[in-house]
């Protein structure tokens, strides 16, 4: 019998799904990933991932730029993000992996991987929300906690930028995955940790992957890319999914103005985001270091 999505997406910490962006909302999303990279690179939206800073926060150290942050922001003026955010076709493979009903979805981050213009960036090897010296016990033990959402990246051009080391979601690092992600540089050659692999993604396709899968990526300056960077997440988290999603930056989402660009689908979901912001006191943190 087929594996479902979701027994390959918990076996394999991933999975690629096909056409998640209909043609109602492909072209409106190109035409605004378009506009919205221009900003970014012409210096009218400040709100980006910058070269040389790996994780938040991003700072503003270098005029060059390998993702935007905030696409569904009021300010950018863009509704195609959030109406492909919240769509039928979007929210029901969520649905399925996460296990849930759409009564406990939790909107969360919408951002943008581009390629930057001058120099090529790298991200070392990581998991999102475990920290590279964890030892083995404090990462089984942060592996054992199921956070109850999912990340994902969809390629609006063709995109090998990820790679990924498949079932690394459920068990720690071996001493020589452990070698080679230890440290805050970038690999040289990505396929040298074992297990390695790269993913590949033709315009359209999408990858989903728990996001404490064993993961880096390259951006050669060279070769454009426009990929939608998202995550999702429902109630059952709870707090545990806080630091990873509100290290971000998130009180913009709190302004009624957002609000008023969102369907009845996605101001429930905001509605739960922002119970979860409320219910942490002070400072999340960040979780990784540059």
Same mark, same amino acid.
Request: charged share 25%; hydrophobic share 35%.
């Given at each position: 019998?087929?594996?479902?999505?979701? #027994?390959?997406?918990?076996?394999?910490?991933?999975?690629?799904?096909?056409?998640?962006?209909?043609?109602?909302?492909?072209?409106?999303?190109?035409? =605004?990933? !378009?506009?919205?990279?221009?900003?970014?690179?012409?210096?009218?939206?400040?709100?980006?991932? &910058?070269?040389?800073?790996?994780?938040?926060?991003?700072?503003?150290?270098?005029?060059?730029?390998?993702?935007? *942050?905030?696409?569904?922001?009021?300010?950018?003026?863009?509704?195609?993000? =959030?109406?492909?955010? &919240?769509?039928?076709?979007?929210?029901?493979?969520?649905? #399925?992996?996460?296990?849930?009903?759409?009564?406990?979805?939790?909107?969360?981050?919408?951002?943008?991987?581009?390629?930057?213009?001058?120099?090529?960036?790298?991200?070392?090897?990581?998991?999102?929300?475990?920290?590279?010296?964890?030892? !083995? #016990?404090?990462?089984?033990?942060?592996?054992?906690?199921?956070?109850? $959402?999912?990340?994902?990246?969809? =390629?609006?051009?063709?995109?090998?930028? %990820?790679?990924?080391?498949?079932?690394?979601?459920?068990?720690?690092?071996?001493?020589? *995955?452990?070698?080679?992600?230890? &440290?805050?540089?970038?690999?040289?050659?990505?396929?040298?940790?074992?297990? =390695?692999?790269?993913?590949?993604?033709?315009?359209? #396709?999408?990858?989903?992957?728990?996001?404490?899968?064993?993961?880096?990526?390259?951006?050669?300056?060279?070769?454009?890319?426009?990929?939608?960077?998202?995550?999702?997440?429902?109630?059952?988290? $709870?707090?545990?999914?806080?630091?990873?999603?509100? *290290?971000?930056? %998130?009180?913009?989402?709190?302004?009624?103005?957002?609000?008023?660009?969102?369907?009845?689908?996605?101001?429930?979901?905001? !509605?739960?985001?922002?119970?979860?912001? !409320?219910?942490?006191?002070?400072?999340?943190?960040?979780?990784?270091?540059?």
């Amino acid at each position: 019998m087929t594996p479902s999505l979701k #027994e390959l997406y918990d076996k394999q910490g991933y999975v690629i799904v096909h056409g998640l962006v209909p043609p109602e909302h492909l072209d409106a999303l190109e035409a =605004a990933s !378009e506009r919205v990279i221009e900003r970014t690179r012409s210096g009218q939206w400040s709100h980006r991932r &910058t070269v040389g800073r790996q994780f938040p926060p991003f700072g503003d150290g270098d005029p060059d730029s390998w993702g935007v *942050q905030h696409v569904m922001h009021p300010d950018l003026g863009e509704p195609a993000f =959030a109406r492909w955010y &919240t769509s039928d076709a979007l929210v029901n493979v969520v649905k #399925e992996l996460l296990g849930c009903e759409e009564d406990g979805l939790q909107m969360e981050l919408f951002n943008m991987l581009i390629n930057p213009t001058s120099n090529s960036f790298a991200l070392r090897w990581h998991r999102d929300d475990v920290r590279e010296n964890a030892t !083995e #016990e404090e990462e089984s033990e942060a592996l054992n906690i199921w956070h109850h $959402g999912t990340q994902w990246n969809t =390629a609006l051009r063709r995109d090998s930028c %990820l790679y990924i080391v498949p079932g690394s979601h459920k068990v720690p690092r071996t001493p020589e *995955q452990r070698a080679q992600s230890s &440290t805050l540089d970038p690999p040289k050659d990505p396929l040298t940790m074992p297990g =390695a692999i790269q993913v590949a993604l033709e315009p359209g #396709e999408t990858v989903f992957y728990n996001n404490n899968i064993l993961h880096c990526a390259t951006y050669d300056h060279r070769t454009p890319r426009i990929t939608l960077h998202a995550c999702m997440g429902e109630v059952r988290g $709870g707090p545990s999914r806080a630091r990873n999603i509100l *290290q971000h930056g %998130l009180q913009w989402m709190k302004e009624d103005r957002f609000a008023d660009t969102l369907d009845r689908r996605g101001k429930k979901m905001l !509605e739960r985001l922002i119970k979860l912001q !409320e219910s942490v006191d002070g400072d999340v943190g960040y979780s990784l270091d540059n």
